[in-house]
């Protein structure tokens, strides 16, 4: 008996152990197919040089979307239609002015700009300035001080966190709310630092949001080097006023579309691995590492199956996402027809955190999941991957949590990410070509494994 | 007695505990002084920019010994000295120019740079151009093909290694020894692609050498994107000679410098622990991430003991050596007085693979010396240091191997290395602050670890 189980064991062990061997040299070859003939790169390049930014709306938008289906259709993939829906449609117009004026009455120009869903000044607006470094800080001074008077929000993303992820989430509460909290204490309009840990003149857009039941005030980003002199010229009271125009403005919705793009399983056709990325960007750079990067490299996992001649047992479908930036209508509209049809997700990865040296993954799964996924990592040395955690996984795919589907996030190397995220810098030149490549081999790979051996749904862990 | 074996084990297991959790506190506040108060990020903006680029016999190398020195008495280090030694004295000159001429006599110009410690063409020096992608066709062409010829050393740098160190090291043969060896079947010069993986128009130098055997012919490095369109012209025959002039030269050997700064063991001040880098660069660029970076985290290291008042018990010594680029002079002699002087070093790390996002490490040290730095590893995992593994250390501290001491070099992302090394881009602008000071954070905390708690040596294998 002991014997025989040894047997077992020892071909149990041996065909595990080929089984490896097999996937080892297979995630070999896509990485070296990806690294030598893939096209993201080339592809990056034409999102961003050809089609160039795409906020929600826009007629570059517009333009991503039919860019997006001729590319599919170049890669020739088995099925390829849009979702239609409505998207809001916020335009920056033409002047953004932030200046303020000294003791002296001369005047300091500031590189500001507007964040995305902010109302327009309507002429110029000139005010008192206040500084908030906290939330307590906003109640302690409260209307009495705050009252008629423009608040500038300078708290700094916190340089000690190593994931520079973790310190924009817990700072870009005072840009996304901070117009509606400081309205409540009667404040203007609202002026805030830059999203980002670099020190430069470089502002940094991105959504805000107005809550229904407050009055809506102009909001501003600044660049975190022009932050710094104005706080510290508020410290030895050199600061006058300030003045500020922003003609940005909100339109009607405007019809918009998810762009899909599907090679059909051999096996369990019914069964849908999701790869994607999202198509829109903010209106200023050109959205390569957000998230042209996870677009092409989303893509990319398609036209490398179909290069390799590689036949999937499940349904790979890469998704093109609008709207991430500022609302979330395609996550949300893709998520209710996946319930409304009743489809069957197994997997869906999101590559949005920048085309840099991957990391790893960071898993949004239940416990069988996480840990299935995690037998994979010695798979993933070789190529320096090496979280694979419990995680967040991205903004487009959210909506689709159900408890039971396992979402998980591409993880680069967040260093850069948040020097260029929503501003001016975001653009082709910023990404390097072999992170971008090393990332699209690297979510390849683990669709490639998906695929291959499935993966443990909850329903598995109530059996 | 079970009993107390299981008290005992608690014991040892909650001390364990406990040293672990200082330990992490520990490397927090490590990670933290550098992120918020390091000062490598200026010190390598002023080497860079008040010193510059500092190839060894330079004006500029003499300069920055005296940097290296100001700055570690700044620092307040117990012990500063100089360790003088001669190094080759190689100087570019002012003409540098390849261009070849195609069929229509029009002239080509390519973007070029003379390899370190190439003789000069006296003149121009013209001749017929043959085209070389391995040794093996070296040897099959042989003196009848070749002789007379300026042989075009055109292999490129393996884009499918992840590790771009590994592809690097697997083809710069033709740049070190591609003149003595196509010599040898009668050519008259050698043009080399450039070491990099980027097909861009900048040209890489590097240090090449002569064997005495063999008599001395030009060498110089092009460009990626030169080099691809010369080889094309080549295949359709539309090259018909090609120019080249030089004239750089080697000068009588001349003396400089190591410097060397220590704080003192407050227990164990015999057993020496080394952090170091090389103060030399090439003489284009600035020597940024090659090797300024190694040199300033090498010194922060020490700066942070300094600052966060932690007294180490061994002696902490920061090595800046010279002339590794072209000669290892620096390295040689240091490894020398070390053995002359029969001194202790229980640990030398060397970071010299430029400051990008660190990865962990790579361990050249016996079985029980890697297995103990692996006992680390977790203390790491906040910080995504992954690396805990054998491999090669650095140039500099090489000569040091006795098959005692541990060996150990700094493993930061290597993507974008090859893309500056050695280049006119090799520039401050190109290092990330954060990335930089992520570096100089976990060499310190590994020498903090390897302070407080020692290393096995091989003696205590034997024992």
Redesign the interface.
């Given at each position: 008996m002991i014997k025989y189980l040894l047997k077992i064991n020892l071909i149990l062990l041996s065909t595990q152990l080929i089984a490896q061997i097999n996937d080892s040299t297979q995630l070999r070859a896509i990485?070296?197919y990806n690294?030598?003939q893939g096209n993201c790169y080339e592809n990056l390049r034409s999102l961003c040089k050809d089609v160039g930014n795409r906020l929600s709306g826009s007629h570059s938008a517009q333009k991503a979307v039919e860019w997006a289906a001729l590319l599919m259709e170049k890669t020739k993939l088995d099925t390829i239609y849009f979702q239609r829906i409505m998207v809001p449609h916020w335009v920056r117009g033409k002047t953004e002015l932030v200046s303020w004026k000294n003791k002296k009455d001369s005047i300091v120009n500031v590189n500001c700009t507007a964040l995305g869903g902010s109302i327009g000044t309507n002429g110029v607006l000139k005010g008192d300035l206040i500084e908030i470094n906290n939330w307590n800080q906003l109640e302690e001074y409260g209307e009495k001080l705050i009252k008629g008077k423009i608040v500038f929000f300078n708290r700094p993303m916190n340089?000690?966190y190593?994931?520079?992820g973790m310190a924009y989430g817990n700072c870009v509460d005072q840009r996304h709310n901070g117009a509606s909290r400081a309205v409540e204490y009667g404040a203007i309009a609202v002026i805030v630092r830059s999203m980002t840990?670099?020190f430069d003149k470089n502002p940094h857009t991105g959504s805000m949001s107005y809550t229904d039941s407050t009055k809506k005030i102009p909001a501003v980003a600044i660049s975190t080097k022009d932050a710094h002199d104005l706080s510290e010229a508020l410290k030895i009271n050199n600061v006058k006023s300030l003045s500020l125009e922003l003609s940005c403005k909100q339109l009607p919705d405007t019809v918009s579309y998810n762009v899909i793009g599907e090679i059909k399983g051999s096996k369990f056709p019914e069964e849908i691995i999701l790869v994607g990325g999202h198509l829109d960007s903010w209106d200023i750079g050109e959205g390569a590492h957000d998230d042209g990067a996870g677009v092409v490299q989303s893509l990319q996992v398609l036209e490398t199956f179909k290069k390799m001649n590689i036949k999937p047992k499940r349904t790979l479908r890469c998704v093109m996402y609008m709207n991430e930036e500022n609302g979330n209508r395609g996550g949300e509209h893709y998520a209710n027809m996946v319930r409304n049809n009743s489809e069957k997700h197994l997997f869906a990865l999101e590559s949005d955190r920048g085309g840099f040296?991957p990391?790893g993954f960071s898993i949004d799964g239940n416990k069988l999941q996480l840990e299935y996924l995690q037998t994979f990592k010695n798979l993933f040395e070789?190529?320096?991957l090496?979280?694979f955690s419990k995680g967040y996984s991205g903004v487009d795919i959210g909506p689709l949590k159900d408890g039971k589907l396992c979402l998980v996030g591409l993880v680069p190397?967040s260093?850069?990410y948040f020097?260029y995220h929503h501003s001016k810098e975001d653009v082709f030149e910023n990404v390097?070509?072999?992170?971008l490549e090393?990332g699209a081999s690297a979510i390849t790979s683990i669709v490639y494994l998906v695929d291959k051996y499935g993966l443990p749904s909850s329903e598995s862990i109530k059996k």
């Open positions: 990485y070296t690294l030598t340089p000690t190593i994931s520079t840990l670099k040296s990391r070789p190529y320096q090496h979280i190397d260093q850069r020097d390097h070509k072999r992170e090393l």
